[in-house]
């Protein structure tokens, strides 16, 4: 049977990869070619990432799937401790690496590694994250919980307007979308 809400996780999983990576792609090229990376668009980057998955998608893993992982999967309980705790983390992670991003634009080459550092753990440990999430929780949603508890999910999920998975933004977050999309390398973006 497929469920809205595993579509949509792994819609939003593969849009935050794609961000991801790209996010990677343009630094590493910048520091190869020995020039300072697009800020605006890093920037711009790191406030999606703030302002769509760490609020909306992982409010509504650790507040409605997780519980109920943890109900009918207990055995998985030091999964989700781990997850709960990446999600808590996770607000605080992407300000830590924003507040690198602005002290390498502002005070220049001395900041370069330490934000592109930030920035390789950051995204390594985001993917780790993803693929336990999809390894390990996914597969037991799908085996243990009930249709009452999909309906559940599915509702809540299906309310999600992650932009990068195909759905229309809200109005104030259009220029934020178009930016992303018209600057950023591919996958994410066309440049």
Do not use: C
């Amino acid at each position: 049977m497929k469920h809205t809400a595993l579509t949509v996780i792994h819609e939003e999983h593969f849009a935050l990869s794609a961000m991801l990576r790209s996010m990677m792609m343009l630094i590493d090229q910048n520091k190869k070619d020995g020039t300072t990376p697009p800020f605006d668009v890093l920037r711009a980057m790191l406030f999606y990432i703030d302002e769509f998955p760490e609020r909306l998608h992982h409010t509504k893993e650790t507040t409605l799937l997780f519980p109920l992982i943890r109900e009918q999967v207990p055995h998985l309980g030091a999964v989700i401790d781990r997850l709960e705790s990446d999600h808590h983390r996770g607000e605080t992670s992407v300000r830590e690496l924003g507040h690198r991003l602005l002290a390498y634009e502002v005070l220049g080459e001395p900041r370069r590694q330490a934000f592109e550092e930030g920035a390789r753990r950051y995204v390594d440990a985001y993917l780790r994250h993803m693929a336990l999430e999809e390894s390990e929780i996914l597969p037991a949603a799908r085996q243990y919980l009930s249709p009452s508890q999909w309906a559940e999910l599915d509702a809540a999920f299906a309310a999600d307007a992650d932009p990068l998975t195909g759905r229309a933004p809200p109005d104030e977050f259009k220029p934020l979308f178009r930016k992303i999309v018209m600057t950023a390398p591919a996958p994410i973006g066309l440049a």
